[in-house]
Structures are given as structure tokens and as C-alpha cells.
């Protein structure tokens, strides 16, 4: 019951007078046209963790998690010592690492 009222409801501005029926049907009150879009909630949108891809001269290697918190220095440190990273490096230390927050660490061998 709950599903079919959010479907309809968010289909709505798309076809407004047979989701008004629908509405109806489901045993709403009032229009469907006089509801609230419903609001985010802030607290479901906060990460505890992001997945940063991990880039081994310039080709994707690895995915990590890692707290959405970290640092560029702990999220260095985490992809250095992956397994995938020191199987595609050959034990060779980078010259070079790139890292754009919350997304990507590039590393340059």
C-alpha cells in the first residue's frame, strides 16, 4: 500500500489526472495535487564511508572504502598497502600521487 502511494505520488507531474484516480483508489484524502513533495532527510544523506577508486598509472585498478572522514595521508597509506596496487607496482616506489577527495587516488609508478 505504501509502495503504490510513493509511486503514484512520484509519478504524478508526469500524468497528473490518472495518478489523481489512483490516489483516490488507494484511499487518500483530498487531491493528490495538494500533498507535499516529501523533504530529504539530512541524516540519510551523511556517508559513514566512500568508495575512492584507485588508479595505477593512469589505469583502474582497485576500489577502496574508506571513512568518509579520512585524510588525504590515511587514504594514501590504505591504497599504498593494497594488495592490487603493490601487485601492479612491483614493489616500486611512486614517483607521483594524485589524490582528488572522496573520488580518486592516481598513482604514478
Given at each position: 500500500q505504501e509502495a503504490l502511494g510513493i509511486v503514484t505520488f512520484c509519478l504524478s507531474p508526469i500524468v497528473p489526472h490518472v495518478c489523481h484516480a489512483l490516489w483516490q483508489?488507494?484511499?487518500?484524502?483530498?487531491?493528490?495535487?495538494?500533498?507535499?513533495?516529501p523533504a530529504p532527510d539530512a541524516a540519510a544523506l551523511v556517508q559513514d564511508e566512500v568508495e575512492i577508486g584507485v588508479q595505477v598509472?593512469?589505469?583502474?585498478?582497485?576500489?577502496l572504502t574508506v571513512p568518509a572522514d579520512a585524510d588525504e595521508a590515511a587514504v594514501r597509506a590504505v591504497a599504498l598497502a593494497d594488495v592490487q596496487v603493490l601487485r601492479h607496482t612491483n614493489g616500486a616506489?611512486?614517483?607521483?600521487?594524485?589524490?582528488v577527495p572522496r573520488k580518486l587516488v592516481n598513482i604514478v609508478v
Open positions: 483508489a488507494l484511499g487518500h484524502e483530498g487531491a493528490l495535487i495538494d500533498q507535499p513533495w598509472n593512469g589505469r583502474m585498478r582497485t576500489r616506489a611512486p614517483r607521483k600521487v594524485i589524490y
